[in-house]
């Protein structure tokens, strides 16, 4: 028995160690992300807010490299800071889903009962309906903006935090470290805290990194439709809106922060593979 209470003490700290290094993997890489894009509009050749009508659609050239829109304005400049407001609005609501989320997952797989099931027959109600137009509904009543589009992807996307921590949590309750936690007097929050989020934490960074290639195009979507940001911001959904009605005859306005935003999606996606499968392969080499 003593050998396998520490056969099981080393695989368990083996695989708190591999959540950590996963941990700080994905932080280093979204930081790296996140400050590259935070100093992007640092290198613009152009002001993104500045029309000249006699620059209006003048192709590409040495000043102007994706040339200029509609009203004269640098469409290369735009996609910069683009980059810097769309990526900064899907983090927001990444972090403050998964936040809400995982709360309120853990609190029902720790507590179970009747609140467990309450909690998860309300997340199912929100799955049923679709999240795009349940984004539209409450950005429309909130009225136009930033803080309108933001507040509707946090109150849809939680739910999705909710249900993957919950049943994580319900699935590491009835291990035999969190059993034994229980059996020597250790309180809920505590355990949660110190024993199930560590084992839980690969899967909920690769759920982040598909929930902000998810919040981007639906982001970009809500500014197309006119209900995201006010017009004339530089955000690369509102770009494509702008110059739909040009694309017969200037596509390059239209595939410019379409391109840039499918580019954006699948690197992210790729990122949270690559997460998933480094977790995974942790674990099984810490368990063999």
């Known amino acids: 028995m003593p050998v396998t209470i520490d056969k099981m003490s080393f695989t ?52 102007y490299p994706l040339g200029t829109d509609a009203l004269g304005r640098c469409v290369l400049s735009r996609l910069m800071y683009g980059a810097r407001l769309t990526t900064a609005s899907a983090l927001i609501v990444v972090v403050s889903a998964s936040l809400i989320g995982s709360a309120i997952g853990a609190f029902a797989g720790m507590v179970g009962g009747i609140l467990d099931r309450m909690i998860m027959r309300f997340c199912e109600g929100m799955s049923v309906f679709p999240a795009l137009a349940i984004c539209m509904i409450i950005a429309g009543t909130l009225g136009l903006g930033l803080q309108a589009v933001i507040i509707a992807l946090i109150t849809v996307h939680w739910t999705d935090y909710a249900r993957v921590v919950r049943n994580a949590v319900i699935v590491e309750r009835t291990k035999p470290y969190v059993m034994a936690a229980e059996a020597l007097g250790a309180r809920r929050h505590r355990i949660a805290h110190r024993h199930i989020f560590p084992n839980i934490i690969g899967p909920l960074l690769t759920l982040a990194a598909y929930s902000m290639s998810w919040a981007i195009p639906v982001f970009a979507g809500l500014s197309f439709l006119g209900l995201g940001v006010e017009p004339g911001t530089p955000e690369w959904g509102l770009m494509i809106a702008e110059s739909r009605n040009y694309l017969r005859d200037y596509p390059r306005l239209v595939l410019a922060p379409g391109l840039t935003i499918a580019a954006f999606v699948v690197a992210v996606n790729l990122l949270g593979d690559l997460l998933g499968d480094r977790f995974r392969l942790r674990q099984i080499n810490y368990l063999h």
């Open 12 to 63: 368990r700290g083996k695989l708190l160690q591999a959540g950590r290094n996963v941990f700080r993997g994905y932080a280093l890489v979204m930081v790296l992300i996140l400050l590259a894009i935070l100093f992007l509009p640092l290198f613009a050749p152009n002001d993104p807010y500045k029309a000249q009508f006699l620059f209006r659609l003048k192709p590409p050239s040495w000043d």
